[in-house]
């Protein structure tokens, strides 16, 4: 049973960092990548980064490149943000894709498996 709980969502305001975290386990992720997306209110699910377990590397979506820094240690992801603005405010979710296919990493239908969701609001 694969189980991923993220964690460290909140409020901050524009230009501060916050860093988040997606505990996984119940299998291992050796081919497998760990995808973070975020939903904001009345707006599709959209991607924000992905890791492959094994080599590391990181994607990353265009809205989010050089302000955000996707992470592993064992047994969790971690999603650095920084420099952040009112357009990042949303539900993170931490998910698994078991498919290892990096062509389809940033389609939440890839993934298998979601956490229940982390709330990150920015606003002054």
């Known amino acids: 049973q694969v189980q991923l709980v993220e964690s460290g969502g909140g409020l901050v305001q524009p230009g501060d960092s916050l860093r988040l975290s997606c505990a996984a386990s119940?299998?291992?992720?050796?081919?497998?990548?760990v995808g973070w997306f975020r939903q904001a209110p009345g707006k599709e699910r959209e991607f924000v980064a992905a890791?492959?377990?094994?080599?590391?590397h990181t994607y990353y979506a265009e809205s989010v490149k050089g302000r955000f820094t996707i992470s592993r240690d064992t047994a969790k992801v971690y999603l650095q943000m920084n420099s952040m603005k009112p357009d990042d405010t949303a539900v993170y979710y931490c998910?698994?894709?078991?498919?290892?296919?990096?062509?389809?990493?940033?389609?939440?239908?890839?993934?298998?498996?979601w956490g229940q969701g982390t709330q990150v609001t920015v606003s002054a």
């Open positions: 890791i492959r377990w094994n080599s590391r």
């Open positions: 119940g299998r291992t992720f050796s081919q497998s990548y």
């Open positions: 998910a698994l894709d078991t498919n290892g296919i990096l062509s389809t990493i940033r389609v939440h239908g890839s993934y298998d498996y």
